[in-house]
RNA sequence: GUCUCCUUCGUCUAGUGGUUAGGACAGCGGGUUUUCAUCCCGCCAACAGGGGUUCGACUCCCCUAGGAGAUGCCA
């Protein structure tokens, strides 16, 4: 049988970038085998479930562009593909696997646990389950039956000897079996599974061949071999794959910023950019090559380039990779990309999308090498769409000059607004350079006071194509404006 | 506390006994330029420490240190 992996998130939360990498390096690695890719849904946590998750799962994915081959909406011969359609399953094995005597009914409260791992924490000893049930008296069985306390299963871990499993990337380990977590529970008392069991029980009923995981499954590895040999079962190949950090080199989490997909895609960025850097955090391909498509990584994907150590999440990278696919865009499919964010600041009505299509042209040309993000758009050409806002006069006149000398500036600009209006771009600069000239001036610092006139600040996209896109109208106003500013400032001082 | 995993520039990494330890991001400097950015060029910067093995260790072994993860009726 071909190669078969799956992703198997939880919907308890949004799709982060850590499950995403999970979820594409088993997607590339089916595609690259010629093998399948298979979704579950682990739905048994019924407190944290949450539809918003759900959905936002099916959003990320398609969103990056990650397609399965089975799953809850794809059917597939091994479903259902969703957990807590299949808890019958899940209880039947668990009841043979306590008739076999690899698992026992377990009574303990909630409140009983609670305090034995507070008293095992102060006490500075070894945490976990002390099996009080492991070996109860029948009388004492009876009795939690007759007052209806609804037990849990757990898994008999052995009390001698150990447990080996291969990883593909970290090799032959071994643990000691009284050092793998004391008889975890399979079954809860809400006859729902937990992980431990729905996942063998499925990935073996999936035939699942391959699992890439996180490497915070490690130390439950063990215990998961525990039961597929309960069962009887093959184990399957693992292979842990190493963590993704926040700057601090701790797990990636919301304080380290956004880690939620849903994040970024707000924000801007592109699922080109996504898939391409989240790839090559814990995987390289040689010693140089950066840039990879879905369908480059679909065929080159090979878990020997797999690195062993946790890998730093780097947003600045991120952002690189970013600017870099924004570049790569035509300017049509960037423009189409943009609109929702000119709309979502309130810059353009949707219906007046049509009229002014040549400005966003226009916009999409200048702005274009100047995006990290889409949401970039905001800050970059406001101005076009608002009256700017009150700058300082300071802003406003060069370092080297004053007032007057700007004031003579602008009026100078203004008085030529029609011809720079109709000349061509390098008759433009031309006549630009000349004025500059006359007026005795650097060309920086004669374009400086146009430039926050215009849009407001000193740094802007290249100011004559932004003015030119602006109209004479406006742009003819805005000088006014700065003008008088600027004349009060005269009076005043 | 216990167990497990990890350890090359600040970050992502290449490297599998003999290299001036390579690339990328970030940072810094320069060029192009009307600002910013893009683009181009350059600079800075690493084998955690200590023992072995070997003619020779970043590469193999051991120890130490540091980091991380797990230790749930969460996944």
């Given at each position: 049988m071909?190669?078969?992996?799956?992703?198997?998130?939880?919907?308890?939360?949004?799709?982060?970038i850590g499950?995403?990498?999970?979820a594409?390096f088993?997607y590339?690695?089916?595609?690259?085998?010629?093998?399948?890719?298979?979704?579950?849904?682990?739905?048994t946590d019924?407190?944290?479930?949450?539809e918003?998750?759900?959905?936002?799962l099916?959003?990320t994915?398609?969103?990056?562009?990650?397609?399965?081959?089975?799953?809850?909406d794809?059917?597939g011969?091994?479903?259902?593909?969703?957990?807590?359609e299949?808890?019958?399953?899940?209880?039947?094995?668990?009841?043979?696997l306590?008739?076999?005597?690899?698992?026992?009914?377990?009574?303990?409260?909630q409140?009983?646990?609670?305090?034995?791992?507070?008293?095992?924490?102060?006490?500075?000893?070894?945490?976990?389950?002390?099996?009080?049930?492991?070996d109860l008296?029948?009388?004492?069985?009876?009795?939690?039956?007759?007052?209806?306390?609804?037990?849990v299963?757990?898994?008999?871990?052995?009390?001698e000897?150990e447990?080996?499993?291969h990883?593909?990337?970290?090799?032959?380990?071994t643990k000691?079996?009284?050092?793998?977590?004391?008889?975890?529970?399979?079954?809860?008392?809400?006859?729902?599974p937990?992980?431990?069991?729905?996942?063998?029980?499925d990935?073996?009923?999936?035939s699942?061949t391959?699992?890439?995981?996180?490497?915070e499954?490690?130390?439950?590895c063990?215990?998961?071999?525990?039961?597929?040999?309960?069962?009887?079962?093959?184990?399957?190949?693992?292979?842990?794959?190493?963590?993704?950090m926040?700057s601090?080199?701790?797990?990636?989490?919301?304080?380290?910023?956004?880690t939620?997909?849903?994040?970024f895609?707000?924000?801007?960025?592109?699922p080109?950019?996504?898939?391409?850097?989240?790839?090559l955090?814990?995987w390289?391909?040689?010693?140089s090559?950066?840039?990879?498509?879905?369908?480059?990584?679909?065929?080159?994907f090979?878990?020997d380039?797999?690195?062993?150590?946790?890998?730093?999440?780097d947003?600045?990278?991120l952002?690189?990779?970013n600017?870099?696919?924004i570049?790569?865009?035509?300017?049509?499919?960037?423009?189409?990309?943009l609109v929702?964010?000119?709309?979502?600041?309130?810059?353009?009505?949707?219906?007046?999308?049509?009229?002014?299509?040549?400005?966003?042209?226009?916009?999409?040309?200048?702005?274009k090498?100047?995006l990290?993000?889409?949401?970039d758009?905001?800050?970059l050409?406001w101005?076009?769409?608002?009256?700017?806002?009150?700058?300082?006069p300071?802003?406003i006149?060069?370092?080297?000059?004053?007032?007057a000398?700007t004031i003579?500036?602008?009026e100078?600009?203004?008085k030529?607004?029609?011809?720079?209006?109709?000349?061509?771009?390098?008759?433009?600069?031309e006549?630009?350079?000349?004025?500059?000239e006359?007026?005795?001036?650097?060309?920086?610092?004669?374009?400086?006071?146009?430039?926050?006139?215009?849009?407001?600040?000193?740094?802007?996209?290249?100011?004559i194509?932004?003015?030119?896109?602006?109209?004479?109208?406006?742009?003819?106003?805005r000088?006014?404006?700065?003008?008088n500013?600027?004349k009060?400032?005269?009076?005043?001082?």
């Amino acid at each position: 049988m071909g190669i078969r992996v799956r992703y198997a998130p939880s919907p308890t939360g949004l799709q982060h970038i850590g499950g995403i990498r999970t979820a594409l390096f088993n997607y590339f690695f089916a595609k690259s085998r010629g093998g399948k890719f298979i979704l579950r849904i682990e739905d048994t946590d019924r407190e944290r479930y949450s539809e918003d998750a759900l959905n936002d799962l099916y959003n990320t994915l398609n969103w990056l562009g990650i397609d399965w081959d089975e799953g809850p909406d794809k059917g597939g011969e091994y479903g259902p593909y969703v957990q807590s359609e299949r808890t019958e399953l899940y209880r039947e094995y668990a009841r043979r696997l306590v008739e076999s005597g690899h698992a026992y009914y377990c009574y303990c409260s909630q409140e009983r646990l609670e305090e034995l791992r507070e008293r095992q924490k102060k006490d500075k000893q070894d945490f976990g389950y002390d099996r009080k049930c492991r070996d109860l008296p029948e009388s004492e069985i009876e009795e939690y039956k007759r007052d209806g306390v609804k037990p849990v299963i757990r898994l008999k871990i052995p009390l001698e000897g150990e447990t080996v499993f291969h990883d593909y990337l970290l090799g032959d380990i071994t643990k000691k079996n009284i050092d793998i977590s004391p008889d975890p529970v399979l079954l809860k008392s809400d006859g729902y599974p937990t992980y431990h069991l729905a996942n063998v029980i499925d990935d073996h009923f999936m035939s699942i061949t391959h699992i890439l995981r996180a490497q915070e499954w490690l130390p439950s590895c063990p215990l998961h071999v525990v039961l597929y040999k309960a069962f009887g079962w093959k184990v399957p190949q693992y292979c842990h794959l190493p963590m993704v950090m926040g700057s601090n080199g701790q797990k990636l989490s919301k304080r380290h910023g956004a880690t939620a997909v849903r994040d970024f895609i707000e924000k801007g960025y592109l699922p080109e950019a996504i898939l391409n850097y989240v790839s090559l955090i814990g995987w390289s391909y040689d010693d140089s090559r950066e840039f990879f498509t879905k369908e480059e990584l679909e065929k080159l994907f090979i878990l020997d380039k797999l690195n062993k150590s946790p890998g730093i999440f780097d947003y600045k990278k991120l952002d690189w990779f970013n600017g870099h696919y924004i570049r790569q865009k035509s300017n049509d499919e960037l423009k189409a990309l943009l609109v929702p964010y000119l709309i979502k600041y309130g810059f353009v009505e949707p219906a007046r999308l049509p009229d002014i299509s040549g400005l966003l042209d226009g916009i999409v040309a200048i702005v274009k090498e100047r995006l990290k993000v889409l949401s970039d758009i905001k800050e970059l050409a406001w101005f076009f769409f608002k009256e700017i806002d009150n700058y300082s006069p300071e802003e406003i006149i060069p370092k080297k000059l004053n007032a007057a000398k700007t004031i003579e500036i602008l009026e100078s600009i203004k008085k030529h607004l029609p011809d720079i209006f109709s000349r061509s771009e390098d008759k433009v600069e031309e006549l630009i350079k000349f004025l500059a000239e006359n007026a005795g001036v650097k060309l920086g610092d004669f374009i400086m006071p146009l430039r926050v006139a215009v849009t407001g600040s000193n740094v802007s996209p290249p100011i004559i194509d932004s003015l030119k896109l602006l109209g004479i109208e406006k742009t003819t106003a805005r000088l006014e404006r700065a003008i008088n500013i600027l004349k009060n400032e005269v009076g005043n001082g």
